[in-house]
């Protein structure tokens, strides 16, 4: 019988970790079952405890897993995370683990079987049990390209499994494993059906017993066809200067600063392929997994078997498929978007964070991560260098580089292929003065795309408002319609003849008089990418339109297919929002126009500069990478603001040369921390209070800046009242200060926002 020994237990319940009688030796984070006054619950090992509480100890019920789900370094990760983050293990592990074992995470592993134990013992069949015992089916880059609808068709390859060579085999299937013994363990199914001159029937028995498998891969000798003939890339001198000066065998943080196509990619797939060498793995964390279906190739192309996809947006089954991978210690090089910073990777040699200026790595829900700063967290405990790239850092990256803390490096030069679009300004005042009205597309514009569309180019037309007015207000007594539920007001959608909220979804017939007042006239405000591309089918009636926004792109994979259609070259003019500014190449796309560029200056939020030069050089970008030499067309009313002046020049370093100076006299980040509470209620007066008692609980904590309580930027969303309160700070240690002299109750009314992007959600 074990010995039993005091073992602090982190429970599924918003109470404090208790402490039980465990065997001794369990390991931190192995899962066990435990009695509570209110019923049993599932608990995580946190280790012994030092210092037992002197009652009489419960000993735990059940050890469900004979080892950690997760790496003993992610279990650091995960604790720094609960730190700093304020947020219990129960809402971070479902961020790392497979749905089915979180989901309900109170049920054993597949009823009781476990995979590693299986693998061990040779046990594939028990293995491919347990997979679907998960609901897991296996899901390889083919089916993925497959399912999108993308290019690059997928092959078979056959592989020798570690099982023992079977006691009797026929002749034919001798045949088959001598010649796959010879091929080093692997060949493709075609050809090693060739080179035996037997059936696939003889296979199809070896696959039955175990000792080889099919493994669906790309097709990469197509793979090679499409992308040109010569793949194999030569680093430029400053590649391989920045390859040499990532130190791969202990921490360091760099930022990778080029702009989009000076090869930045290629310089992540040489140290990837360095760290591979090594047997040890790589984690590389994306934006957005959709619109990568281009690095998915290269990756897979690169390191053909080795690549295993995290995914946020494919359903549960296809995501855990990938994850089981992992945890079966089967795919070296784990691609991912947010939450795969946390993924249960082993011996981690590099991370890399491709775009780490983008949004989407933060996420906007409990609990409130940063994946970007986690993953140079990660990587200092995992003791591994960490590559931040970025076309346009992200400030506090830049800033890091500057004091030090990360290093910098460059790449100036272009590849051939790749041009830097001219970039003109267009002022809409001057516009407005000459035509006395309003003008959505100004002459040049229109100019620029007859001449294109008679070149048979394409071009894209960018305007960051979906709908097709923004709002409706009335001429008699100037009210505007807002939804009943939101402080905001509802955007007309023509084609679905419909008011709609943006935020909660309510819609409502356009009504014939106004609500307010019963006059008859009725006048929408502002323009939104509907309406342009109504007027643009009026404009050009012969030219294939296509509207990429959010309300055209619902359907899952769809966006992904307007996007591949527009780079085949089968559309004349592209119009949506921001999401058209990622991904894809377009070859024949010469000219962009950017209707209203300083619409994000509006938005009351310290970034807004921030996020409008960033969106407008990545729009502009777009054009940089046909074939032909492009030109974009930023329309704008202030044409003299930074953000504006820098986008035109592609200048983020004098961009950052000027927002910094500014941010630091306003003490806001990079040069200050951020707490942001929020609260919410149904009254105004109830989502005050706990903020307004949270803050005088924190004015006698030193060093902090403490504003509000305040309302939100949208006070009111599903009729729920908005407060919030900001806390600032030098340093983030008065932040940690605060949230140990007040910390919040689990599932209270007050939730906390650690480096808060988005203030208006
Ligand atoms: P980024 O990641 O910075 O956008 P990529 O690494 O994707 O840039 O490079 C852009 C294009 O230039 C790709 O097609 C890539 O294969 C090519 N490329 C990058 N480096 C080189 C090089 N040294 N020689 C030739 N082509 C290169
Ligand atoms: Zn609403």
């Known amino acids: 019988m074990d010995t039993l020994i005091p073992t602090r237990i982190e429970l599924a319940r918003p109470l404090p970790p208790l402490t039980y009688l465990a065997p001794a030796g369990l390991q931190p984070g192995m899962r066990v079952e435990v009695r509570l006054r209110s019923g049993r619950t599932l608990g995580v090992v946190l280790g012994p405890d030092p210092a037992p509480p002197a009652v009489k100890l419960r000993p735990v019920d059940k050890v469900l897993d004979p080892f950690p789900l997760l790496p003993p370094r992610l279990w650091d990760l995960l604790d720094f995370a609960g730190r700093y983050y304020g947020c219990g293990l129960a809402h971070l592990l479902p961020l790392c683990l497979p749905q089915a074992v979180v989901a309900d995470w109170e049920t054993p592993l597949a009823s009781g079987q476990r995979l590693c134990d299986l693998r061990d013992a040779g046990d594939w069949a028990g293995l491919a049990q347990a997979g679907a015992a998960w609901g897991a089916g296996t899901l390889d880059l083919p089916t993925l390209f497959h399912r999108r609808g993308l290019r690059g068709a997928g092959v078979t390859e056959v592989r020798r499994t570690p099982a023992p060579h079977p006691p009797r085999v026929t002749p034919s299937q001798a045949k088959v494993l001598l010649a796959l013994e010879g091929a080093g363990g692997a060949m493709l199914e075609a050809e090693l059906l060739d080179a035996c001159a037997v059936g696939p029937g003889v296979l199809a028995n070896l696959v039955k017993q175990g000792v080889v498998e099919r493994v669906k891969r790309l097709d990469l000798m197509s793979q090679r066809r499409e992308e040109g003939p010569d793949r194999t890339v030569v680093l430029n001198e400053e590649q391989r200067r920045a390859v040499g000066a990532v130190d791969l065998d202990g921490f360091s943080a760099t930022l990778l600063y080029g702009i989009t196509g000076s090869g930045k990619t290629e310089v992540y797939l040489e140290l990837a392929g360095r760290v591979l060498a090594r047997g040890r793995r790589v984690l590389w964390l994306v934006p957005e997994i959709g619109l990568t279906p281009r690095l998915l190739a290269r990756l897979e192309a690169r390191f053909p078997g080795k690549v295993a996809v995290g995914h946020a947006g494919l359903n549960a089954t296809e995501k855990q498929a990938d994850v089981l991978r992992l945890l079966q210690d089967e795919a070296p090089l784990f691609v991912g978007v947010r939450n795969a910073v946390l993924a249960p990777l082993k011996d981690i040699g590099l991370i890399i964070v491709d775009?780490?200026?983008?949004?989407?790595?933060?996420?906007?829900?409990?609990?409130?991560?940063?994946?970007?700063?986690?993953?140079?967290?990660?990587?200092?405990?995992?003791?591994?260098?960490?590559?931040?790239?970025?076309?346009?850092?992200?400030?506090?990256?830049?800033?890091?580089?500057?004091?030090?803390?990360?290093?910098?490096?460059?790449?100036?030069?272009?590849?051939?292929?790749?041009?830097?679009?001219?970039?003109?300004?267009?002022?809409?005042?001057?516009?407005?003065?000459?035509?006395?009205?309003?003008?959505?597309?100004?002459?040049?514009?229109?100019?620029?795309?007859?001449?294109?569309?008679?070149?048979?180019?394409?071009?894209?037309?960018?305007?960051?408002?979906?709908?097709?007015?923004?709002?409706?207000?009335?001429?008699?007594?100037?009210?505007?319609?807002?939804?009943?539920?939101?402080?905001?007001?509802?955007?007309?959608?023509?084609?679905?003849?419909?008011?709609?909220?943006?935020?909660?979804?309510?819609?409502?017939?356009?009504?014939?008089?106004?609500?307010?007042?019963?006059?008859?006239?009725?006048?929408?405000?502002?323009?939104?990418?509907?309406?342009?591309?109504?007027?643009?089918?009026?404009?050009?009636?012969?030219?294939?339109?296509?509207?990429?926004?959010?309300?055209?792109?619902?359907?899952?994979?769809?966006?992904?297919?307007?996007?591949?259609?527009?780079?085949?070259?089968?559309?004349?003019?592209?119009?949506?929002?921001?999401?058209?500014?990622?991904?894809?190449?377009?070859?024949?796309?010469?000219?962009?126009?950017?209707?209203?560029?300083?619409?994000?200056?509006?938005?009351?939020?310290?970034?807004?500069?921030?996020?409008?030069?960033?969106?407008?050089?990545?729009?502009a970008g777009r054009a940089g990478r046909a074939e032909l030499s492009g030109r974009v067309l930023l329309q704008t009313y202030s044409p003299d603001h930074p953000a504006i002046v820098h986008a035109v020049a592609q200048n983020f370093e004098g961009f950052a040369a000027e927002e910094l100076p500014y941010r630091e006299a306003l003490g806001y980040p990079p040069y200050a921390a951020m707490s942001l509470y929020r609260s919410e209620g149904d009254s105004p007066r109830e989502a005050r209070e706990p903020l307004r008692k949270l803050r005088i609980r924190l004015e006698t904590v030193p060093g902090l800046r403490i504003l509000g309580p305040l309302e939100s930027p949208i006070a009111k969303v599903k009729d729920r009242y908005r407060m919030q309160l900001i806390l600032k700070s030098a340093s983030r240690g008065p932040l940690g200060e605060a949230m140990r002299a007040a910390p919040l109750e689990p599932g209270g009314p007050v939730t906390l926002d650690r480096d808060p992007l988005n203030f208006g959600v």
């Open 355 to 619: 775009e780490e200026q983008e949004g989407s790595y933060k996420s906007e829900e409990h609990p409130r991560i940063n994946a970007r700063d986690l993953a140079v967290k990660r990587a200092h405990l995992e003791g591994c260098p960490v590559v931040l790239g970025s076309a346009t850092p992200s400030l506090e990256s830049w800033h890091a580089a500057h004091a030090g803390r990360y290093r910098l490096l460059r790449l100036t030069e272009r590849p051939a292929g790749v041009t830097l679009p001219t970039v003109k300004v267009v002022d809409l005042r001057e516009c407005y003065k000459e035509e006395r009205r309003k003008v959505v597309f100004s002459p040049v514009l229109l100019k620029g795309m007859r001449e294109a569309l008679a070149l048979g180019q394409q071009a894209m037309l960018l305007l960051n408002r979906r709908g097709f007015e923004n709002f409706w207000m009335c001429r008699a007594c100037g009210k505007t319609f807002d939804c009943p539920h939101c402080a905001l007001s509802l955007t007309y959608h023509k084609g679905a003849y419909r008011l709609r909220c943006h935020l909660c979804g309510y819609e409502t017939a356009p009504p014939e008089v106004c609500i307010h007042c019963g006059a008859e006239h009725l006048r929408g405000v502002g323009e939104g990418t509907e309406q342009i591309e109504d007027q643009l089918r009026e404009l050009f009636p012969g030219a294939r339109i296509l509207r990429l926004d959010r309300d055209t792109t619902t359907r899952r994979g769809s966006l992904e297919a307007g996007l591949l259609a527009a780079e085949a070259g089968e559309v004349d003019i592209l119009v949506g929002t921001q999401m058209l500014a990622k991904g894809h190449t377009f070859p024949k796309l010469t000219l962009v126009g950017i209707l209203n560029a300083d619409m994000g200056l509006k938005i009351p939020d310290f970034r807004a500069a921030e996020r409008t030069f960033q969106l407008l050089t990545q729009v």
